[in-house]
């Protein structure tokens, strides 16, 4: 990007600070827009979010129930109009974002760039990949996608937003365990309600907090399931299905936890423990790919999947907590919105 300032035209699908899963991509928008001397954002659907004067955001209609034919109808008009008036567009997480606007882009001569992070690798992910300039991720090692159009750029936590310090050790408490995502098999939230039981049963006192709702249709059962074995392993008093809480919330449930637990397979960079990180939680993590990120800690940090002996081991065996806090502060640190914002703007 040199010093030329752009005007940068942004697709992703929600804009809503209150939203549990996209709300921090408001903060990315924000920095963009620090960056450029315009942006324009098409988004699927639209909540509330404080933007600066330089942002136009343009809603789909998702979240008023506009048909899906409409909404597509109104992507290409609105691509049609926008792309010849941008430097460049940036499409965050779909791949379909980025085939839709490929054929203005190709026209057009503007530079195109996909935001992905996830574990698959579908048909259109790489078609995509042939066809953008760039696909940007947190790390090139989360993805099943082999690529040289790949960058990683690290994954764009907005640290002083979480920022907590005042935060101190825990003493003559119980240890405040916290574990974040939708209530979905693939979170493995029984692999930590299994693990409080066996913490119980060796006298170790904390809380286990679990922040997060039901999505799909398969996820109302899961999270039935979870109730029930809390129920059955007698847990009530320790371990808590908290439910939704919106992503402006977020910064109170880190300051209320010491730990926060993710039991995923190993995939992508797990954004909620860097967010936590950045609070100074210890993060405890059986997503492999984190391993490099963790340092020095990894090896009292990262536990076997679906493994509840060896996370309550984990648990158990933490022993100098501040200094691990002070540790992840620092390594959460490298990993800010400006950075990800910055590295990304110099491919477009």
């Not at 600070?17 to 960056?35: N, Y």
């Not at 022993?319 to 400006?338: C, K, L, W």
Request: net charge positive; hydrophobic share 45%.
């Amino acid at each position: 990007m040199g010093n030329q300032m752009k005007n940068l035209l942004i697709i992703c699908q929600k804009v809503d600070e209150g939203d549990d899963l996209l709300g921090f991509f408001a903060s990315w928008i924000r920095e963009f827009a620090a960056h450029t001397t315009r942006v324009t954002v098409i988004a699927l659907g639209v909540g509330a979010a404080d933007m600066p004067a330089n942002v136009q955001v343009h809603s789909l209609g998702k979240e008023r129930g506009v048909p899906r034919w409409k909404r597509w109808w109104d992507f290409v008009r609105l691509l049609r109009r926008e792309v010849p008036r941008h430097d460049a567009v940036f499409c965050h997480m779909s791949p379909v974002f980025a085939l839709a606007a490929w054929p203005f882009t190709a026209v057009w001569r503007k530079r195109l760039v996909l935001w992905y992070l996830h574990r698959s690798t579908t048909w259109r992910l790489r078609l995509a990949a042939r066809l953008v300039d760039r696909i940007v991720t947190a790390d090139a090692r989360s993805l099943t996608l082999q690529s040289r159009a790949i960058l990683s750029v690290g994954h764009g936590i907005d640290v002083r937003r979480f920022a907590y310090p005042e935060r101190t050790p825990p003493s003559g408490r119980p240890l405040r365990i916290l574990s974040v995502g939708r209530l979905s098999p693939i979170k493995g939230f029984e692999t930590l309600i299994r693990a409080a039981a066996r913490l119980a049963n060796d006298d170790i006192d904390c809380e286990v907090r679990i922040v997060g709702k039901a999505v799909m249709a398969g996820d109302y059962a899961y999270a039935r399931e979870l109730s029930a074995r809390v129920a059955r392993l007698g847990l009530q008093e320790r371990v808590h299905l908290f439910g939704f809480v919106p992503y402006r919330d977020m910064p109170t449930q880190y300051r209320w936890a010491d730990i926060v637990v993710g039991c995923t397979p190993p995939g992508g960079i797990d954004k909620v423990l860097l967010e936590a990180m950045a609070a100074g939680c210890v993060p405890l993590t059986s997503n492999t790919v984190m391993a490099h990120q963790l340092g020095e800690d990894a090896g009292a940090t990262v536990f076997a999947w679906r493994d509840a002996d060896e996370l309550a081991a984990k648990v158990a065996g933490i022993a100098d907590i501040g200094g691990m806090s002070e540790r992840m502060v620092a390594r959460a640190g490298m990993q800010t919105v400006e950075t990800v914002v910055r590295a990304i703007l110099s491919v477009l």
